[in-house]
């Protein structure tokens, strides 16, 4: 029903649905929009949850450049990005 309403209103999937928006922005930049928390950090695996699951990234050097309660900005070499269903 709702992706019909965003259909319908051409208004953007992630503002509706609220599923993760992700810009990966070279290797060494991910931006990741409406996530629900941090589950792990480290310098080379980070974990997010989300509404469609926990989104999972692979790398070195890892650093978040901004975090707030929509969005996390995460800066380091980039090797892996997976999607895990709960």
Do not use: A, C
């Not at 974990?47 to 989104?55: A, F, M, Y």
Request: glycine share 6%.
């Amino acid at each position: 029903m709702k992706r019909k309403i965003s259909e319908s209103l051409e208004l953007p999937k992630e503002v509706i649905m609220n599923v993760p928006y992700i810009r990966i922005l070279g290797n060494d930049e991910l931006q990741i929009e409406n996530h629900k928390g941090i589950v792990e950090y480290s310098s080379d695996i980070v974990r997010l949850k989300s509404s469609i699951g926990i989104i999972k990234i692979e790398g070195k050097d890892f650093l978040i450049k901004e975090i707030n309660p929509e969005t996390v900005v995460l800066t380091g070499k980039i090797k892996n990005l997976e999607f895990i269903s709960i």
